[in-house]
Structure formats: C-alpha cells, structure tokens
C-alpha cells in the first residue's frame, strides 16, 4: 500500500532510509491527532489531567548492557570503547538493519522531523521513525520541532528507528539480549528495539551530540540549567534522581532546560524542547510547575491510573519508582523561549549520598570541582536502570553522565576547566541524599531546605558566610545559610553515634580515591583535590 499522510519533506522520504512496502506511513502528526491515535490504538488512556498515560512494558528504565556503537574507521581511535560503549561491527548493524527493514514491511510508522540544540549554529536535524503513535508524540515533545514552514525540505542528519516489537537474536546478531540500541556514526542511524521504555530515545540523541560537539568546541553537558532576573545562569549537574529536575523549576528563575544542554562561546542552550522529570511522590505543594505542566500533550509513563475516576496515583510505585512525565518545556510557565542563556555564575554538582556523609552544601575550590566532575558520586536510585535493587546503590559516574559519553572522560572534564577558569564560575557539592544516617537509619534531605541552600548560594548569600573545610573531604562547609538551621549544615553533627560517621566517611574517602585511580595521569593538583584517607 505504501501510503504517507501527513506533512512528509518532498526530498527524503522512508525509500531513502531502505524502507519498502510498508502500510501506512503518518509524517509528522500533530499533538492531538498523536494522541488520538494513541488512544485508538490502546497504546493509553487519558488521565483526568488531559495527559497520555501509558506502560512501558517489562523495561521501566534504561538497558545499558544493550548500548553499542559501531565501531569502523571513523570511530575507532576517537571512542572510549570497553563495558559502556561496547563495540559492534559494521557487518553486525547492517544484518541488524536488513532484519529490521523487513520486520517493518507492511507495518504502520510514525514519522516526526524533529531538531536537537536550541543553538542554530549547532543544531542537528533528527527523525524519529516508530510503531506507535505514543513514541512519536514522546519525540515530539522531548526535541525541538521542525517549524512548519520548513518540514518539506527537512533531510535527517541523523535518524531514529524505535522498534519495541522486533527483537535482536543474540547468537546471531551479537548482542546480549533481544534487546538492543545501536548507534552508527558513519551511517548516522540508531536502532532501538526490544524496549518500549521511551528514555531511550532520548538518551541516543544526548549520546549522538556529546560525541560531535566537542570537535566543534563546544562542552557537553548531562545538566539542567536556570535563569534568575539579572540573566545569571546556573547550571545544575547530576545523574537521574538527584534533583536535576526538580530545582531548576524554581518559580522565581527561568526554566533553560531540565537535562541536557551545552556551552559554547556564546553562552549555554538547551539540546531539547521538553523536559523529562521524574514523578513520584509528585506533589503541588513541592514541585508545582511540574504538577502543572502535566497536562494535554504530557506523556506520563507507568503511573498507576485510577481506571474510573482517571486521577493518577503519583505516590504509587507498583510498576516503577522511575515513573516519569514528558512535557514541553513551555508548560513550565516561566521557560526561556528560545531555550538559551549567557555563561553560567554558578555550577552545582548535585549527588544523592546514600550513605548520609556528605554536607547538605559545601564550595569547591576549582581543583576540588575537576576531582568532583571526574568522580561523578551519586547513588543510582531503584528502578531508573535494569538491574538495580530496591535499595540506592552508590555509584561513579564519570562526568555526572558516563553512560552518554562516547569519548574519554578527560575531554569533558578538560572542556569544564577551561570554561570555569575562562567565566570565573564557582561550583557547589549538593547533598541531596541522606543526612543522620546512612540509606535506612537516616532521612532523605528535606527538598524544601535543598531549596534554601542552593538559592542562597545562586544569590550570592554564602558568599561571605563563615565556612570550614569538612575533615575529610576538605570542601567548605558554610556555618549558616538563610533559612536553614545551622544544625542542618554539619553532616557530622546529624549522626547520633559520631564514631560511625568518622568510619563511613573515611569508607566513602577510600571509595573515592579507588574509583579516581582509573583515571592514570591526571593534574597533581586535581589529584590532591580529593578526599583524604588517612
């Protein structure tokens, strides 16, 4: 049949992508006809909200040991190969691809022409091709759209093939699972299929610039980032469920973007139209521009829905404690349009210290914020990856992003040194995590006191506050900040058996400096940076 409805480009069409006798092909859809569509198709059901619920099936989070890149002449002395960017073979993909155009014969697809880098001087055009409308309306949402007037013209620089039903063999395809996601530069094609958790998607296009844009001279960021009235940029560094998200939707700032972005001569932009946060235990009360940026067009994946009365149950996590809302970044309701800022003042690393070491707040020298962004500490929380336990489990992620980065971890950590020693940024280590104890015996930080602290550094408000340097991490610990009790500011002080946090302290110090070691020859004085574990 081979039918396209819809706005198609009169220049490239799916016979360029080798895809051939396929049913009915929908370009470029709006929201509503998406959603229509979704709905006709059982793919979701509307919450009262006027969002697209849907499930994601047996994925709920991302599958790292499915990730690959093929790895031919033009990437192999420029990518970091080994367990995060696994290698796969050019004979590998093109069997893959065959396999998958054939799948696809006879099938319906969802076309959208989308565009990633808020910045048109570093802007890429990317399609998205899917089996479901839902998927389609994901991509839609997380880019930036093509605008009308030029989506007949548009050629892909890049294309996205998102089949959840096909499955890779692994005995024949090379791959660990049924599940793969496949990235090849030369051909600048990525596969996704055997997974219908949408995160992928989005993450491909992440991984897809942080690879081209350093070659451009431009930093690469897994960050989300903020404006205040004087137009101060802050920019906010961490792995999912730090808070990422959640405190750069601050009412009296504007909204850059939540998640990824970068930064160049002229300044910081966004990679995405849309924000991807995380909503459980969602609420108005805490987090109210995302509660109402929930709304016709959002799509809200494995949120348990009341099938009656269609509210949501956002405190549930009977599918997933990863459930997650994607919206665009104008439903926030103070967004920067176009999503771009000068360079930043202020940089905050944010990491969810499961064992309750780490100070609430604390400055880092520029040594100090090298030895940081190079640790990348965090705890992955349950649920947003494959594999994880019901418990946090700490974790090093180079960059606050290593799972998205193709190229060594020094290129990144040197592209941050310049731009901070450039701009004069100062950097803050946030503890988002525990505090009184460790995961299980103390709290989680209470979100409204993490506000306090990170908008009075942002203000400058800590600049001439009283601070000491913590014992063993050696960053400066401020005495007092603007509503918050000083108590809430010493990590020690919080623990009832002190002796017990002088032993998991000097554990997370060793951690550390076991985990910096990987790096060989780094600066002696990003080295010296460090925790001390004496």
């Known amino acids: 049949m081979m039918q396209n409805v819809g706005v198609r480009p009169s220049k490239h069409g799916l016979t360029e992508h080798g895809l051939r006798n396929w049913d009915v092909a929908y370009w470029n859809l709006g929201t509503a006809k998406l959603v229509e569509a979704a709905i006709q198709r059982h793919e979701g059901e509307l919450a009262n909200t006027g969002a697209l619920v849907v499930r994601t099936g047996h994925f709920t989070g991302r599958s790292p040991k499915d990730k690959y890149i093929v790895r031919d002449a033009g990437t192999e002395n420029t990518i970091a190969w080994g367990s995060v960017n696994q290698p796969m073979s050019p004979e590998k993909f093109a069997g893959l691809y065959d396999k998958l155009l054939s799948f696809w014969q006879g099938r319906t697809l969802f076309v959208q022409d989308c565009l990633a880098g808020a910045d048109v001087n570093h802007q890429i055009r990317v399609r998205v091709i899917t089996e479901s409308a839902w998927h389609s309306l994901f991509g839609r949402q997380l880019l930036i759209r093509t605008p009308f007037e030029e989506l007949h013209e548009q050629v892909p620089d890049f294309t996205i093939m998102f089949a959840p039903t096909f499955q890779a063999r692994p005995e024949a395809d090379g791959t660990n699972s049924g ?83 970068g930064w160049s001569g002229d300044g910081v932009f966004n990679f995405e139209g849309g924000c991807y946060a995380k909503c459980i235990r969602l609420s108005e009360q805490h987090e109210p521009q995302i509660w109402h940026a929930i709304r016709f067009g959002a799509v809200l994946e494995n949120v348990v829905l009341d099938v009656n009365r269609r509210n949501c149950d956002y405190d549930s996590d009977e599918f997933t404690e990863n459930t997650r809302a994607a919206y665009r970044i104008e439903f926030i309701n103070n967004a920067v349009l176009p999503s771009v800022g000068g360079h930043p003042k202020n940089i905050l690393f944010l990491a969810a210290d499961a064992f309750g070491v780490l100070p609430p707040i604390s400055r880092l020298s520029p040594e100090q914020a090298m030895f940081h962004f190079l640790s990348g500490y965090t705890a992955k929380l349950a649920g947003t990856e494959r594999g994880l336990g019901a418990e946090p489990s700490a974790t090093f992620s180079a960059c606050f992003g290593e799972p998205f980065l193709p190229r060594p971890a020094q290129v990144y950590a040197g592209m941050l040194g310049k731009m901070m020693r450039e701009h004069k940024v100062n950097c803050w280590l946030v503890n988002t995590g525990w505090v009184g104890g460790a995961y299980g015996t103390g709290v989680r930080m209470s979100l409204p006191h993490t506000r306090a602290m990170v908008n009075a550094a942002i203000a400058g408000q800590l600049d001439g506050v009283a601070a000491e340097p913590h014992p063993v991490f050696g960053v400066m610990v401020p005495k007092s900040c603007p509503g918050v009790s000083d108590v809430l500011l010493d990590a020690r002080g919080q623990w009832a058996d002190k002796a017990a946090y002088d032993a998991a302290a000097l554990d997370l110090a060793r951690r550390f400096q076991k985990n910096f070691a990987k790096f060989g020859a780094v600066d002696a004085a990003i080295a010296a940076a460090g925790p001390r574990v004496e």
């Open 179 to 261: 599940t793969v996601i496949v990235i090849n530069f030369t051909e600048r094609l990525v596969l996704i299929a055997g997974t219908m958790y949408a995160g992928e998607l989005k993450k491909s296009v992440f991984t897809i610039l942080n690879y081209l844009l350093p070659d451009k001279g431009v930093f690469p960021m897994h960050c989300s980032a903020n404006m205040g009235p004087e137009s101060d940029v802050a920019l906010f560094f961490g792995l999912s469920g730090t808070g990422k998200t959640t405190l750069s939707a601050d009412s009296t700032r504007g909204l850059i973007g939540d998640d990824e972005h």
